[in-house]
C-alpha cells in the first residue's frame, strides 16, 4: 500500500520559511518522479516544483528563487524548502509520486501566509 504523508505546513508572516516533508512507504522515491502542487481556494491545483529519478528539478515561475525541491533518498523522503513566502503561497500543497502509468498524491497540508 503505498502512502505519501506530508507534513510541516502551518501558518508564517510574509517573507519567514517553512520546510514541507513528504514521507513516502510503499514506493521507492529515488525511482519515482516526485512533485509537489498546491491548491488555493477556488483555483486549480497546480504544479509547485518536481525532481526527477536522475535528480533533475523545474519549478514554476512564481517560485523560482524561493523555494527549493530536494530528496532523502535515506529516510524516502522529499522536501519543499520554502523562502521569502507571500501571501499568494498560501495554498493546500499536495505531494505527488509518479512512475509509468502510476501516480499517488499525499493527503495535503496547509500553508497560510499572513501577518
Known amino acids: 500500500q503505498v502512502q505519501l504523508v506530508e507534513s510541516g505546513g502551518g501558518l508564517v508572516q510574509p517573507g519567514g520559511s517553512l520546510r514541507l516533508s513528504c514521507a513516502a512507504s510503499?514506493?521507492?522515491?529515488?525511482?519515482?518522479?516526485m512533485g509537489w502542487y498546491r491548491q488555493a481556494p477556488g483555483k486549480q491545483r497546480g504544479l509547485v516544483a518536481f525532481i526527477t529519478s536522475g535528480g533533475n528539478t523545474n519549478y514554476a515561475d512564481s517560485v523560482k528563487g524561493r523555494f527549493t525541491i530536494s530528496r532523502d533518498n535515506a529516510k524516502n523522503t522529499v522536501y519543499l524548502q520554502m523562502n521569502s513566502l507571500k501571501p499568494e503561497d498560501t495554498a493546500v500543497y499536495y505531494c505527488k509520486a509518479n512512475f509509468a502509468s502510476y501516480a499517488y498524491w499525499g493527503q495535503g497540508t496547509q500553508v497560510t501566509v499572513s501577518s
Open positions: 510503499g514506493i521507492v522515491v529515488s525511482i519515482y518522479k
